[in-house]
């Protein structure tokens, strides 16, 4: 089992091999404001299409 500070990794023998992943409970507490930022950005879809019609190209 691989612990990281916001998810969990255990695997087991399987064949093939297969990983299970969850959040720890620091990690749950971060599904709040990624899915606030999401339906904020399917909100204003369309506002920041236009924005990025108007912005110049970084390309050189």
């Not at 087991?12 to 409970?25: A, F, I, W």
């Given at each position: 089992m691989?612990?990281?500070?916001?998810?969990?990794?255990?695997?087991g023998?399987?064949?093939?091999?297969?990983?299970?992943?969850?959040?720890?409970?620091?990690?749950?507490?971060?599904v709040?404001?990624?899915?606030?930022?999401?339906h904020?950005?399917?909100r204003n879809a369309?506002?920041l299409?236009r924005?990025?019609?108007?912005?110049?190209?970084?390309?050189?």
């Amino acid at each position: 089992m691989k612990r990281r500070a916001s998810s969990v990794a255990t695997s087991g023998r399987l064949c093939p091999p297969h990983v299970d992943y969850s959040l720890t409970e620091l990690g749950q507490t971060f599904v709040e404001p990624v899915e606030l930022l999401y339906h904020w950005a399917i909100r204003n879809a369309d506002a920041l299409d236009r924005l990025a019609q108007h912005e110049p190209s970084t390309s050189e």
